[in-house]
T-cell receptor, first 111, second 111 residues
Framework: SQTIHQWPATLVQPVGSPLSLECTVE??????LYWYRQAAGRGLQLLFY??????ISSEVPQNLSASRPQDRQFILSSKKLLLSDSGFYLC??????????FGSGTQLSVL | SQELEQSPQSLIVQEGKNLTINCTSS?????LYWYKQKYGEGLIFLMM?????EEKSHEKITAKLDEKKQQSSLHITASQPSHAGIYLC???????????FGQGTRLTINP
């Protein structure tokens, strides 16, 4: 069966520090991968979308970047965190046009 | 861009009571998804609706999509503590599961 792993679960980082969140999917090949952010008062927003290795689509302008170095690995990064980057980050995968399967999320607090 | 508005934003009901959550779209819905989220966790898929007038049920939860495909409702019968959480509707009008989500409805069940 397919599983999605996301880590860390919580992260507290100072402003200006770098960020790396990792997400891996098991039990499927060539998944579509997604990074969403859930910020207080702003709902769940799609940040990045990937259909394959090295293929990243940025959905909103921001301080973050994403990379997909392997078929089932999706990484969310930042060189310098801002206070506004705080939020709950969710990785998800789908098989084409089927429903999204979400990871357990990372709560990021930038102080 | 498409926007989804959920109502109410929060809901407190007595255990055993019925309740309804609404999701209204600014554009015609071609794929409407309902997810449930426990606080601080990932999203769990509940149901997906595509056709006007469609209705689906799972256990005590029923979701409907209106004939005009611009509004969906989620109805819970005889609510239980396990139903507590945040319910989100999502729309897929771009294809490839790039879902736009509503703000969510926080449901609390009082014993």
């Amino acid at each position: 069966s397919q599983t999605i792993h996301q880590w860390p679960a919580t992260l507290v980082q100072p402003v200006g520090s770098p960020l790396s969140l990792e997400c891996t999917v098991e039990g499927t090949s060539n998944p579509n991968l997604y990074w969403y952010r859930q910020a207080a008062g702003r709902g769940l927003q799609l940040l990045f979308y990937s259909v394959g290795i090295g293929q990243i689509s940025s959905e909103v302008p921001q301080n973050l970047s994403a990379s997909r170095p392997q078929d089932r690995q999706f990484i969310l990064s930042s060189k310098k965190l801002l206070l506004s980057d705080s939020g709950f980050y969710l990785c998800a995968w789908s098989a084409g046009n089927e429903k999204l399967f979400f990871g357990s999320g990372t709560q990021l607090s930038v102080l | 861009s498409q926007e989804l508005e959920q109502s109410p934003q929060s809901l407190i009901v007595q255990e055993g009571k019925n309740l309804t959550i609404n999701c209204t779209s600014s554009k015609t819905l071609y794929g409407l998804y309902w997810y449930k989220q426990k606080y601080g966790e990932g999203l769990i898929f509940l149901m997906m609706l595509q056709k006007g007038g469609e209705e689906k049920s799972h256990e005590k939860i029923t979701a409907k999509l209106d004939e005009k495909k611009q509004q969906s409702s989620l109805h819970i019968t005889a609510s239980q503590p396990s139903h507590a959480g945040i319910y989100l509707c999502g729309a897929d009008n771009q294809g490839a599961q790039k879902l736009v989500f509503g703000q969510g409805t926080r449901l609390t069940i009082n014993p």
